[in-house]
């Protein structure tokens, strides 16, 4: 059944083709039934790989599909090539599955648009599904650089969805600009491989890095830290984090997408599946480790201060890829997978939740003009807090406790981890929970401000049914020490990746349970927390805000700590500010000078052509002279 | 002259045995179809003579021809082509003139002269083929005695192409009076034996002249626009393509075999005429509005880019030349044949307001020039674009680095003109800007020039060369290989330009 792989991701490509160019002429019925159907299939072929692959793995948990040679030339022969094994099952599995979800309910969703706008954005979420599951699957960097670049583009073209109001223009500029400088990164680090190991075969770098470079040499360093800029330019990581705020212009079920299934994880695939050149670098584990710590909480605390609901969730998914980037640095790799899968699950349902009650009140994304909905669309409600509970990582009964419980434990214990991070991971869920609480609290519970608009249908409701149900069990596959050591996601994960190398042996199951307990603890704290400051006494955090210091620490927050006015100084204005002095384009003046000058050569040469015969003899002879000169003198 | 010999000399009995029969025929019963369908004939008998003398090759027949592959290879692109002008010049002529028979004589007898030339070793064939190429295309130049321009063009050929026959023997006679033979080869080995003096370089100055006469290279380029534009469109096709194949086959054997290579002076008068050709030919085809001037400027620039190649010598250079030389005649046969395809009886399709829209008109015969446009912009996937990475290649490989910036920013200035025509082609008609100033300074009329529909015979040529084209665009390997082998018979006797002079000329 593996034969079948190739087809994975060639279906949404179809999807998007056929939507491309018929889509003008389809109906909308049509144009959902090829761009939901087309993923359903992909989706479902997904399961039956998986199935396969578990049940009968093939030899070293790898299986390569080779379609076809693109180029050969002078011993470069880039093949285009599929690689499945256990992480991209996993993520192929995410972004099929969760991907279709999503798709289904988008045909509610988006039922508005007319019907050319209505097959446009199918054509692009297809296309965007497609690129990325080229991404996971491409067993060669140059493949796996073009997904990279077509979720880019896919990015771009989703968040200016709307593109009739410039400000969303904007915004998917600044997606397409922002992770554009990290994608830059990433092609010099491709260039230094290529130049080093002539190829660009993933397998074989991974082999020959360890031999080739010794740990910590320069090259290795550079080329891993070229890597991550691309990884932290595509997972919203800091520096690079500041476009995904403003990609919230999109459709909801498109940020959805971007969040849960496609995009800012192809970060985190990223380095776990070059982990091994990250593992001859510890220097930039390092890094990786404290860059996801320190945006895991500059993020949550943007996010306590989002009036947007959407905003909160941005913010909220560059605080949760920091957990995995925490997780890469420390060299959790299956933590880090594990966490993405669950991610992926909640984030999607949290979106799709906040998404309907977003429809549900005529397009109004404010919190505060929210509040009492949950009466309004009860399952909404129920579906979203226990999304909200997985985001809280509230103990035992969510999956979001578990992966977030062995990221924190790998990093206290793992063999690369660090006390520090694991108190900033630890500070990080108290954050969480508080904005997890105040998100739910502000929108549901109060009275009601707005009144209901739409309802939502089925077609809206069984995701978010079936992505609770998954947020819930999925932690239920990776039982940690404590909770009858069932490890079956991480055995699995790591026939590929290394195992983190934790002492379950020298730590004992004790500190373990003491971890979670305090895991535990400072979850339900951080809910609490939350429930007195945005239910109880919603009056004390106003007060806070009315001081200046208070009101100047809100707007520190509110815009993301000053990252976009520092880039904005630093960046945006010297270059607009030149392009506004050379308006007229100096450079462009060279070129204007030799047309100009060509032309005067043409008038120049033009009166040679007299149409005399006299002349024309006369240039004959000339140049008789001048041959004979030539040739007698030189 | 054995059996053999006479044998393998087939082709060009055939040529003019046919020429005589034409002549016989039109005696007898003058009949416009008839005399085509022979001449085709003709052209036919003598291209598939080919592959039966080619196994008695090579053939020196007494001194004066010398019959080996190479010539054989020039020989096929002749008679090709030629028959590809007859087939564009059947529908041209009947729209046109009363008496059409006798220009089918005149293209045989033409065909002949730039077949014998590509064959020649000696003086004489040298003199003879130019002469029979020459007379008989005065009389096809001004073959439209209605047309006050054609007869012009037609005489200033003719007084032009006799001074330059006059420098030609001239020089002949002072290589003649310093080595004492006329035969190409004996030339070479007096040289080596007595070494080179002033008298004899002057001798081939003068030759040149007459060769970059024929070729139109600058500064002996100024006849080519009037005449180009002049002559029926058919005729100017086969003077851009059939007497320069023949005269530049003759050029590159005659100095491959005496090793002109040796001689600093020589390549340095070549270069000079190289750029001078590839700047004023772009030059003065930038703000032309006449598309036969256009491309009659263009094909002076083209065969400046192809001495770029001849300069640089050696093997490479005898097949970067020849693939050119191919890919050149594709397209100008190309370009020459759609102005025939679309003149109309009263004036030729020249003026570039005639191509205003053609998309939008004929759709087919657009898509045709513009591929044609583009191969000689160089454009890749077409035969244009290979050929000039082969003439690049060449010359980088003999390090001629001056040639060859040159040749990169002339192809640059070149994309300016062949996109304008084509930027015209697209335009829709009720875009039409305010009447166009002309060249002559009056109003373009834009009358109804284009005939109504394209002949059967010129729509197949067309479709050929395109496929041609886009053929030896994309897949270059086997038409280069077939170059090579037959090309053989000279690049082996070719030597590499002296790495001394190199680095003399162009350092």
């Known amino acids: 059944m593996l034969e079948l792989l190739w087809m994975v991701p060639a279906l949404p490509f179809l999807g998007y083709i056929i939507l491309a160019l018929f889509g003008g002429r389809m109906t909308k019925g049509i144009s959902a039934a090829v761009g939901v159907g087309m993923l359903g299939l992909s989706a479902l072929i997904t399961i039956v790989i998986a199935i396969s692959f578990i049940a009968s793995p093939p030899e070293g948990y790898l299986f390569l599909q080779t379609l076809w040679k693109w180029v050969d030339v002078a011993g470069f022969s880039p093949a285009i090539a599929l690689r499945l094994d256990p992480v991209s099952l996993v993520f192929i599995f995410i972004i099929t599955f969760v991907g279709f979800l999503i798709h289904l309910y988008s045909v509610q969703y988006m039922e508005e648009e007319d019907s050319t706008w209505y097959a446009r954005f199918f054509a692009y979420m297809n296309l965007f599904v497609g690129a990325m599951l080229m991404l996971v699957l491409a067993d060669n960097l140059l493949l796996l650089y073009l997904g990279w670049e077509g979720v880019g583009l896919c990015s771009y073209l989703l968040i200016g969805y709307w593109y009739k109001d410039p400000a969303n223009g904007a915004a998917a500029r600044k997606a397409f600009i922002v992770t554009r400088v ?29 031999l080739v470079w010794p740990v910590s040499s320069q090259a290795v360093v550079i080329t891993a830290l070229m890597l991550l800029g691309g990884a932290v330019g595509k997972s919203a990581q800091l520096p690079l984090q500041t476009w995904l705020p403003d990609a919230m212009a999109g459709p909801t079920p498109v940020s959805a997408l971007i969040h849960a299934a496609t995009m800012v994880t192809a970060g985190v695939y990223l380095i776990a599946r070059m982990h091994v050149i990250f593992l001859q670098a510890p220097e930039v584990m390092t890094i990786v480790g404290i860059i996801g710590a320190l945006t895991l909480i500059i993020a949550g605390f943007s996010a306590i201060t989002q009036f947007d609901i959407k905003k909160v969730l941005a913010y909220s998914t560059i605080s949760q890829i920091g957990y995995m980037f925490l997780a890469l640095g420390v060299g959790a790799w299956s933590a880090a997978v594990f966490h993405f899968m669950i991610h992926a699950f909640f984030k999607a349902l949290l979106f799709l939740g906040a998404g309907a009650v977003i429809y549900a009140l005529h397009h109004e994304q404010n919190m505060f003009k929210m509040g009492g909905v949950k009466n309004m669309l009860p399952l909404t409600f129920w579906t979203f807090v226990i999304g909200s509970a997985s985001l809280a990582a509230l103990p035992l009964v969510t999956g979001g406790f578990y992966s977030k419980d062995l990221i924190l434990y790998l990093a206290f214990t793992g063999e690369h981890g660090s006390k520090l991070l694991y108190f900033a991971g630890l500070f990080g869920a108290l954050i969480t929970a508080v904005y997890t609480s105040r998100m739910v609290f502000l929108t549901f519970y109060g009275h009601e401000k707005t009144h209901l608009h739409n309802r939502p249908g089925p077609v809206m409701e069984v995701p978010l049914i079936i992505l609770a149900v998954l947020s819930t069990i999925g932690g239920f596959i990776e039982l940690p020490g404590t909770l009858g050591h069932f490890p079956l996601f991480s055995n699995f994960i790591q026939n590929i990746l290394p195992s983190p190398g934790s002492g379950e042996g020298h730590e004992g199951i004790g500190t373990e349970l003491m971890l979670q307990i305090v895991a535990a603890v400072v979850a339900i704290g951080g809910v609490f927390i939350g429930y007195l400051l945005y239910y109880k006494k919603p009056e004390t955090v106003q007060n806070f805000k009315q001081t200046p210091s208070g ?14 006015w520092v880039y904005d100084t630093l960046f945006v204005k010297p270059i607009d500010w030149i ?56 | 002259m054995t059996t053999e010999g006479l044998f393998s000399l087939l082709p060009l009995f055939l040529l003019s045995g046919f020429a005589v029969i034409l002549m016989l025929l039109i005696a007898i019963y003058r009949d416009h179809n008839l005399t085509f369908w022979f001449t085709l004939a003709g052209f036919t008998a003598s291209f598939a003579s080919l592959f039966f003398i080619q196994a008695v090759l090579p053939r020196q027949i007494v001194p004066i021809l010398i019959i080996d592959n190479y010539a054989l290879l020039y020989w096929g692109m002749i008679i090709l082509a030629s028959s590809a002008v007859a087939v564009l010049s059947y529908n041209y002529l009947k729209e046109h003139e009363e008496q059409k028979e006798e220009y089918y004589i005149l293209l045989m007898t033409a065909t002949l002269g730039a077949c014998t030339m590509s064959s020649a070793s000696h003086f004489i064939s040298f003199f003879l083929g130019l002469e029979i190429l020459s007379v008989s295309l005065y009389t ?60 004899t370089l002057s001798g081939f100055a003068m030759m040149v002249i007459a060769v970059g006469f024929k070729l139109a290279l600058a500064p002996f380029h100024m006849w080519t626009p009037d005449v180009y534009q002049g002559a029926p469109a058919p005729v100017t096709a086969f003077v851009a393509t059939v007497s320069k194949a023949g005269m530049f086959g003759l050029w590159l054997r005659f100095f491959v075999m005496i090793n002109g290579y040796r001689y600093g002076s020589l390549l340095i008068l070549f270069t000079v005429i190289s750029i001078a050709s590839m700047f004023t030919g772009n030059f003065l085809a930038l703000m032309q509005n006449n598309v036969k001037r256009i491309l009659a400027y263009s094909s002076i620039a083209h065969l400046g880019y192809l001495f770029v190649a001849f300069l640089a010598g050696g093997k490479l ?14 397209t100008s046969l190309g370009t020459f044949g759609i102005v025939t395809v679309l003149s109309g009886k009263m004036r030729d399709a020249e003026d570039i307001e005639d191509y205003r829209g053609l998309y939008w008109r004929r759709p087919l015969v657009a898509t045709v020039f513009t591929a044609m446009l583009m191969s000689l912009a160089g454009i890749p996937l077409t035969a244009g674009f290979i050929g000039k990475f082969y003439l690049v290649s060449a010359a980088v490989n003999s390090w001629l680095w001056l040639p060859v910036i040159i040749l990169v920013i002339n192809s640059a200035i070149s994309v300016y003109y062949y996109l304008r025509i084509i930027v015209v082609m697209y335009r829709r008609i009720d ?11 009056t109003l373009a009329t834009v009358g109804p020039v284009m005939q109504p529909s394209i002949s059967l015979g010129g729509g197949l040529v067309l479709a050929v060369l395109t496929l041609a084209l886009i053929w030896v665009g994309v897949f270059p390997g086997n038409i280069i290989q077939f170059i090579k082998d037959m090309v053989s018979s000279l690049s082996s006797a070719a030597m590499p330009m002296h790495t001394a002079q190199k680095i003399m000329l162009f350092r």
């Open chain 1, 551 to 564: 009101q100047s620490l809100y707007k520190f927050w509110l815009y993301g700590w000053g990252f976009d």
């Open chain 1, 579 to 634: 392009a506004q002095v050379n308006k007229s384009d100096v450079i462009d003046l060279i070129y204007t000078a030799i047309a100009w000058l060509t032309r005067g050569f043409n008038r120049m040469f033009s009166f040679t052509q007299t149409g005399r015969l006299r002349w024309y003899a006369m240039g004959i002879a000339f140049g008789a002279i001048v041959a004979i000169t030539i040739v007698v003198f030189l």
């Open chain 1, 182 to 210: 990290g994608d830059t990164a990433m092609a010099i680090g491709l260039f230094i491989l290529v130049m080093a190991f002539r190829t660009l075969n993933i397998q074989e770098i991974l082999r020959h890095v360890p």
């Open chain 2, 140 to 199: 096809m130049i001004s073959y439209l005695r209605d047309r006050l321009e054609s007869v012009e063009a037609g005489l200033k050929y003719l007084v032009l192409a006799a001074a330059s026959s006059a420098f030609l023997l001239f020089g002949m006679a002072l290589v003649y009076a310093s080595t004492g033979t006329m035969e190409f080869a004996r030339i070479s080995e007096s040289l080596s034996a007595n070494g080179v003096n002033a008298l």
């Open chain 2, 317 to 330: 250079a005898i097949e970067a030349t020849t693939f050119y030389l191919v890919a050149y005649i594709i």
């Open chain 2, 431 to 441: 875009e039409v800007t305010p009447a166009v100033e002309t060249t002559t300074g």
